[in-house]
């Protein structure tokens, strides 16, 4: 009885295995990175796909089309392609900026409805247009596949908390959240290299500025507790009193000193303190490590420990007051300050265009507290 199940079960393994659609690697094309733009009336995309050929270590190949949606391009592509296009592999989305700033929704809905493509693929701006960045890169030397090289370049950075998570998952959930929006990684192609100039600042779907690397530093901090993190600040000479030790030599005139920060630890703690002014606190704790300082200052000193950890707590609420200002401006809200006041007065309260017409009004009482663990070296 036993061996007529098991040649039962075998036989149908070997019935169903036929029914499925074989598509061996060599006749595939696999997609790792596309990007669309606006151009005129049309939408173009253009993808990076691998050509697996055990002969050539590299062989990846640009195509770009131009049609009316996301499903036509595909077919153009498949139409210039010699492989079968499939985007199981598919890593990256790039959209251009000017396409960004019409908004994106449609295009990423669609890729999240691909059961192909996996929630964990990033999505990027390109300052320009997404043809020349993708372009650019496959001309480049250094760079052999512009997915791959794009996704190791956002993931490095992510584990090393100089960026925030880009993912599909991540930007979808921000985008059905009423009280935050998202934000993507803006790409940049200079010096014959890719980098990440900084952050693309969405509302709902529509790009409505910018903020840089710096920046984007201090958004990080007041969304997720560091856990390592890294930073140069500069700091004015006048704030730390009488503790610069004098030289002998010529002095530097600079105003500013700076100083690096690394395995910095940080928490965060936002609460709105009166829902009719709409008042909020923000209280940030950072213990860090100084790496390195460039004035020949007196560490040794407790005093001046302090003197030096007060002068970057005031950098730090400066920096902060100043950002959040900029996104109320624009009109963003990648914190998410909607959802600690939904939170407060309850959803039967809240709305999205209510919070809309209150959020540029809100007032921030921010307060850092800095404690330095070890000091580095001095330059």
């Given at each position: 009885?036993?061996?007529?199940?098991?040649?039962?079960?075998?036989?149908?393994?070997?019935?169903?295995?036929?029914?499925?659609?074989?598509?061996?690697?060599?006749?595939?094309?696999?997609?790792?990175?596309?990007?669309?733009?606006?151009?005129?009336?049309?939408?173009?995309?253009?993808?990076?796909?691998?050509?697996?050929?055990?002969?050539?270590?590299?062989?990846?190949?640009?195509?770009?089309?131009?049609?009316?949606?996301?499903?036509?391009?595909?077919?153009?592509?498949?139409?210039?392609?010699?492989?079968?296009?499939?985007?199981?592999?598919?890593?990256?989305?790039?959209?251009?900026?000017?396409?960004?700033?019409?908004?994106?929704?449609?295009?990423?809905?669609?890729?999240?409805?691909?059961?192909?493509?996996?929630?964990?693929?990033?999505?990027?701006?390109?300052?320009?247009?997404?043809?020349?960045?993708?372009?650019?890169?496959?001309?480049?030397?250094?760079?052999?596949?512009?997915?791959?090289?794009?996704?190791?370049?956002?993931?490095?950075?992510?584990?090393?908390?100089?960026?925030?998570?880009?993912?599909?998952?991540?930007?979808?959930?921000?985008?059905?959240?009423?009280?935050?929006?998202?934000?993507?990684?803006?790409?940049?192609?200079?010096?014959?290299?890719?980098?990440?100039?900084?952050?693309?600042?969405?509302?709902?779907?529509?790009?409505?500025?910018?903020?840089?690397?710096?920046?984007?530093?201090?958004?990080?901090?007041?969304?997720?507790?560091?856990?390592?993190?890294?930073?140069?600040?500069?700091?004015?000479?006048?704030?730390?009193?009488?503790?610069?030790?004098?030289?002998?030599?010529?002095?530097?005139?600079?105003?500013?000193?700076?100083?690096?920060?690394?395995?910095?630890?940080?928490?965060?703690?936002?609460?709105?303190?009166?829902?009719?002014?709409?008042?909020?606190?923000?209280?940030?704790?950072?213990?860090?490590?100084?790496?390195?300082?460039?004035e020949d200052y007196d560490l040794g000193n407790p005093k001046a420990l302090i003197v030096?950890?007060?002068?970057?707590?005031?950098?730090?609420?400066?920096?902060?007051e100043k950002i959040i200002a900029e996104f109320q401006s624009l009109g963003v809200d990648p914190i998410g300050f909607g959802n600690y006041y939904r939170s407060k007065?309850?959803?039967?309260?809240?709305?999205?265009?209510?919070?809309?017409?209150?959020?540029?009004?809100?007032?921030?009482?921010?307060?850092?507290?800095?404690?330095?663990?070890?000091?580095?070296?001095?330059?």
């Amino acid at each position: 009885m036993k061996q007529f199940k098991l040649i039962s079960i075998l036989a149908c393994s070997i019935f169903l295995g036929g029914c499925l659609q074989q598509k061996p690697l060599e006749e595939l094309g696999l997609v790792t990175a596309m990007g669309y733009d606006k151009e005129d009336e049309l939408l173009r995309g253009t993808i990076v796909y691998y050509e697996f050929d055990p002969l050539h270590t590299n062989d990846s190949k640009m195509v770009s089309t131009l049609s009316n949606t996301s499903k036509g391009i595909r077919q153009k592509e498949n139409l210039s392609s010699s492989r079968k296009l499939v985007s199981g592999q598919l890593r990256i989305a790039i959209y251009g900026e000017e396409l960004a700033k019409e908004g994106i929704i449609a295009y990423i809905d669609t890729l999240s409805r691909d059961s192909e493509v996996g929630t964990m693929v990033y999505l990027s701006v390109a300052e320009n247009s997404a043809y020349e960045l993708i372009h650019n890169s496959q001309q480049s030397e250094e760079i052999t596949n512009v997915g791959t090289y794009l996704y190791d370049l956002i993931s490095q950075n992510v584990e090393a908390e100089s960026l925030v998570s880009p993912t599909l998952h991540e930007f979808m959930q921000c985008y059905y959240s009423e009280g935050r929006d998202p934000v993507l990684p803006l790409l940049d192609f200079s010096d014959d290299t890719l980098r990440i100039k900084g952050l693309a600042l969405f509302k709902d779907d529509k790009m409505q500025g910018s903020i840089d690397t710096d920046k984007s530093f201090y958004l990080k901090l007041l969304l997720d507790p560091y856990r390592a993190g890294t930073i140069e600040i500069s700091l004015p000479k006048n704030d730390m009193g009488n503790h610069i030790k004098k030289r002998e030599q010529v002095q530097n005139k600079a105003e500013n000193l700076f100083v690096s920060l690394d395995h910095l630890e940080s928490s965060v703690d936002i609460k709105l303190e009166d829902a009719k002014a709409n008042e909020y606190s923000i209280k940030v704790d950072v213990v860090t490590r100084m790496q390195e300082i460039s004035e020949d200052y007196d560490l040794g000193n407790p005093k001046a420990l302090i003197v030096l950890e007060k002068a970057i707590s005031k950098v730090m609420e400066r920096k902060m007051e100043k950002i959040i200002a900029e996104f109320q401006s624009l009109g963003v809200d990648p914190i998410g300050f909607g959802n600690y006041y939904r939170s407060k007065v309850g959803y039967e309260k809240f709305s999205r265009d209510k919070w809309q017409g209150i959020y540029p009004g809100a007032t921030f009482n921010i307060e850092v507290k800095t404690k330095i663990l070890r000091t580095g070296v001095m330059d």
